[in-house]
């Protein structure tokens, strides 16, 4: 028997050395296991401690994706933007900058039940300054559909605070880099743009929008859509009404997002309710050209029976309404919460 071949990790030339460490400090995003149960950049936050050129060679696939789902993480991460200015203040090996590194943004349902409300406001408020560069910079960024409104307006007022009107030509170009701006939790009653600023720059330099359907609440009808039982003419008639047209000059995309789901929505929230559901991702998309007509004179039902997309599948529904379900599953828990669908890029 031959002996085996025994080949040390610090024998291998430093190229392969660091993409190999940069493939151990990818986040196990798609783990079956709850984020809270099992931390997915434990591996990158392990190796950062072990060098500076560890560190810097896996910040990148640390930071790419951020997910802060709650109101805690959001708090360590503006606290993590403080310290790299103290670092780059004091020209420290150890600084980063992170604008130029985070290239996806998630902010969850981030309430603080703990604090009284006066308090809990003036806190976000502050809290939410602070990753402001972070929401600028970011090309995907995905927000909680009850704190939009927060988020928008801090951006905005971040950008008008620096600009000041009375130099040059008045206020310089909005310097958000959004290119996918994500609605989680979305339904037909949301209304969340409804007290939304007239005029948003924000709003009018995204072009793709997409929603997140609140499964909780709108469970049963997309379930039936995808199976083909109704067609999806009266959820997209009412979001499609909730969008400040005016506003979104830039707008290309308008997508909608559901679990794809092939048998009733009773069965899956009885399976679903012990021990969670890994599910194919159907994604319903309306070109800029259809949304700019009048949805009105649209026609919106076809002749049944109506068509059945299949993972893996695209199909045209309409001349400007294209489906398309994921081939791959995302693990969805209890609630049919989006965190880890939206974080494999499987909602994208």
């Given at each position: 028997?031959?002996?085996?071949?025994?080949?040390?990790f610090?024998?291998l030339?430093?190229?392969?050395?660091?993409?190999?460490?940069k493939?151990?400090?990818?986040p196990?995003?798609?783990?079956?296991e709850?984020?809270?149960?099992?931390n997915?950049?434990?591996?990158?936050l392990s190796?950062?401690?072990?060098?500076?050129?560890?560190?810097?060679?896996?910040l990148?696939?640390?930071?790419?994706?951020?997910?802060?789902r709650?109101?805690?993480?959001?708090?360590?991460f503006?606290?993590a933007?403080?310290?790299?200015?103290?670092?780059?203040?004091?020209?420290?090996?150890?600084?980063?900058?992170?604008?130029?590194i985070?290239?996806?943004m998630?902010l969850g349902n981030y309430s603080?039940?703990?604090?009284a409300p006066?308090?809990?406001?003036?806190?976000?408020k502050?809290?939410?300054s602070m990753?402001?560069?972070?929401?600028?910079?970011?090309?995907?960024l995905a927000?909680?559909?009850?704190?939009?409104?927060?988020?928008?307006?801090?951006?905005?007022?971040a950008?008008?605070?620096?600009?000041?009107p009375?130099?040059?030509?008045?206020?310089?170009?909005?310097?958000?880099?959004t290119q996918?701006?994500?609605?989680?939790?979305?339904?037909?009653?949301?209304?969340?743009?409804?007290?939304?600023r007239?005029?948003?720059?924000?709003?009018a330099?995204?072009?793709?929008?997409?929603?997140?359907v609140?499964?909780?609440?709108?469970?049963v009808?997309?379930c039936?859509?995808?199976?083909?039982?109704?067609?999806?003419?009266?959820?997209l008639r009412?979001?499609?009404?909730?969008?400040p047209?005016?506003c979104?000059?830039?707008?290309?995309?308008f997508?909608v997002v559901?679990?794809?789901?092939?048998?009733?929505?009773?069965?899956?929230?009885?399976t679903?309710n012990?021990?969670?559901?890994g599910?194919?991702?159907?994604?319903l998309?309306?070109s800029n050209?259809l949304?700019?007509?009048?949805?009105?004179s649209f026609?919106?039902?076809p002749?049944?029976?109506?068509p059945?997309?299949g993972?893996g599948?695209k199909?045209?529904?309409l001349?400007?309404?294209?489906v398309?379900?994921?081939?791959d599953r995302?693990?969805?828990?209890p609630?049919?919460?989006?965190?880890?669908?939206?974080?494999?890029?499987?909602?994208?």
């Amino acid at each position: 028997m031959e002996p085996a071949i025994c080949f040390g990790f610090s024998d291998l030339p430093l190229e392969i050395a660091l993409l190999i460490l940069k493939y151990a400090a990818q986040p196990t995003l798609s783990q079956r296991e709850n984020y809270t149960d099992k931390n997915p950049y434990s591996s990158a936050l392990s190796l950062c401690l072990v060098s500076r050129l560890m560190r810097r060679t896996v910040l990148p696939e640390l930071l790419h994706t951020i997910s802060l789902r709650r109101f805690r993480s959001m708090q360590s991460f503006a606290k993590a933007q403080l310290i790299q200015k103290m670092y780059a203040a004091k020209n420290s090996d150890l600084f980063s900058d992170y604008t130029t590194i985070v290239q996806r943004m998630w902010l969850g349902n981030y309430s603080n039940t703990s604090m009284a409300p006066r308090l809990r406001q003036s806190e976000h408020k502050r809290v939410m300054s602070m990753l402001v560069p972070m929401l600028l910079a970011a090309p995907a960024l995905a927000i909680d559909c009850d704190h939009s409104k927060l988020v928008i307006q801090s951006m905005e007022d971040a950008w008008t605070s620096r600009t000041d009107p009375n130099v040059g030509h008045g206020h310089s170009s909005f310097p958000g880099k959004t290119q996918s701006l994500t609605i989680m939790g979305h339904n037909t009653e949301s209304e969340i743009f409804k007290n939304t600023r007239k005029g948003s720059v924000f709003l009018a330099s995204i072009p793709h929008l997409t929603y997140l359907v609140h499964v909780a609440v709108e469970g049963v009808e997309f379930c039936n859509i995808s199976r083909g039982l109704i067609y999806p003419a009266y959820p997209l008639r009412m979001w499609m009404h909730d969008i400040p047209w005016a506003c979104m000059k830039s707008l290309k995309t308008f997508s909608v997002v559901y679990p794809h789901m092939d048998t009733s929505y009773d069965d899956y929230a009885r399976t679903n309710n012990r021990t969670g559901l890994g599910l194919h991702v159907e994604r319903l998309t309306v070109s800029n050209f259809l949304f700019k007509q009048d949805s009105g004179s649209f026609p919106w039902v076809p002749t049944p029976p109506f068509p059945v997309t299949g993972p893996g599948e695209k199909s045209m529904r309409l001349d400007g309404v294209l489906v398309e379900v994921t081939s791959d599953r995302a693990n969805f828990g209890p609630c049919y919460l989006w965190d880890k669908a939206w974080a494999c890029g499987l909602t994208d």
